[in-house]
């Protein structure tokens, strides 16, 4: 810099010597001076001229100007180029922003200090049905709700708070203000109608539990406090009493032997196609018959119907579990006398086992669910042939672990088919007979 102010003195000294030389030879000094200064002045006039109209184009453009206005160009320029340098990453961050937020599944409004909506992305539109020209209206004339309107006024930042929706009044929305650059704050709202189910779910899964527990726990407490109060009990009625017991006993064995088996299947790494071993199916069809009759003892009549010669890649023990558990129900919910078939077809798509019976049918609204843990259609009727509640519950974890799917197809009074769907590519598939 000091090297600039000597340039700039020395150049003003060229202008000013010759001047007072011929002022001198002339005997007009002052007349040379004035002279001088206005041709200096005039010159660095020029120069900025040349840099207000370089800062007026693009940064690459010429520029000759010297001295003290090239050093001010330099510094501009590189203050120029770190500004247009900072501003392209800043665009780039507010557009992989956006691009984040528009690809978000929960919608995100930002808003004014007076709550007009300033920008949104598309899932609010999906949310919400707002669109791109309500951009500039106020949210609250928008959205008429009181509570809505409440939590605006009231809401801290980052404040949770829950509604329903109002454009469905099924749906459940999770809603956070936050504050967002200057002035302005973000509105994020998010569909918990699946949480809120889960949590319902998982409500009426412990209560069940307990339930499902306490009721032969109640039974054998009643036994065993009737058992203390007698003194003298001969070893026939002692063992009279205890056999009451057992029957409650192996109820509440089987709940925590099938909750077991869930929990295992609920952490357990899904069997791959390509490692499962090769499991012959009509071998394995042939002995659930035999068990079933067993199960049934001739009460009804179980037949093997269309069974083909198919591999599946499945683990045994799970498969058995699985169709064993649709075999057991259809007995126990099938009136005496009647029809239990088990039957399996093939096609470019998938492999199906089928067990169908001649039951009571199940309802439309009862299908849905009947999978979640512990839900039963009647719940009189099902502890009373002895059902726990899980076992359509775990022959679906056993299918989704092998990429299969149950597919319940049950009218009221009119019987049930439950199918076992496998992708074509489990299945090896050599000759296929019938039987």
């Known amino acids: ?167 469905d009044e099924t749906q459940s929305l999770d809603l956070r203000i936050m504050p967002y650059g200057v002035g302005q704050q973000l509105l994020l709202i ?21 339930h499902e527990l306490r009721t032969p726990l109640t039974v054998i407490l009643g036994y065993l406090e009737s058992l203390q109060e007698i003194d003298d009990l001969s070893a026939v009625e002692i063992k009279q009493q205890l056999s009451k017991l057992s029957s409650p006993a192996q109820r509440m064995n089987q709940i925590v032997t099938d909750l077991l088996l869930l929990s295992r299947l609920d952490l357990d790494v899904p069997t791959n196609s390509s490692e499962a071993p090769l499991l012959d199916m009509q071998t394995l069809l042939s002995q659930l018959k035999k068990d079933g009759e067993q199960l049934s003892q001739g009460q009804h009549t179980i037949s093997l119907k269309n069974t083909l010669q198919v591999k599946l890649k499945a683990v045994e023990s799970e498969m058995y579990s699985a169709l064993s558990n649709l075999i057991s129900n259809a007995i126990r919910y099938s009136p005496d006398g009647g029809e239990i078939i088990i039957e399996t077809s093939l096609d470019n798509n998938s492999y199906q086992v089928s067990v169908s019976d001649q039951g009571l049918g199940i309802a439309p609204q009862h ?26 519950a775990i022959v679906k974890q056993i299918l989704r672990r092998h990429d299969a799917e149950l597919v319940i197809n049950s009218k009221a009074a009119g019987g049930s088919i439950f199918s076992c769907r496998f992708p074509v590519a489990r299945v090896e598939s050599d000759t296929v007979t019938t039987n």
């Open 367 to 392: 299908i849905g669910r009947l999978t979640e843990r512990f839900y039963r259609v009647d719940a009189g009727r099902s502890r009373e042939v002895g059902g726990t509640g899980l076992g359509l």
């Open 1 to 167: 810099m000091r090297n600039i102010w000597l340039y700039e003195l020395w150049r003003l000294t060229r202008f000013l010597l010759p001047a007072l030389l011929l002022g001198w030879m002339f005997d007009a000094p002052s007349l040379a001076l004035f002279i001088a200064l206005l041709l200096f002045i005039s010159h660095q006039y020029r120069q900025f001229i040349k840099l207000y109209r370089w800062l007026n184009s693009s940064l690459d453009a010429d520029l000759n100007v010297k001295g003290l206005w090239e050093e001010l160009a330099y510094k501009i320029y590189h203050k120029r180029k770190r500004s247009r340098s900072r501003k392209k990453s800043l665009s780039k961050m507010l557009r992989r922003f956006q691009d984040s937020v528009t690809m978000m599944p929960d919608a995100a409004i930002v808003l004014d200090k007076d709550n007009n909506i300033l920008w949104l992305n598309p899932a609010a539109t999906k949310i919400l049905r707002l669109s791109s020209q309500d951009i500039g209206q106020n949210i609250g004339n928008l959205i008429r709700l009181p509570s809505f309107i409440h939590f605006l006024r009231q809401a801290e930042q980052g404040e949770s708070f829950e509604m329903r929706s109002p454009l």
């Open 190 to 210: 998010r569909n918990i109608t699946q949480v809120q189910k889960l949590k319902l779910m998982r409500q009426e899964f412990v209560a069940n539990v307990s």
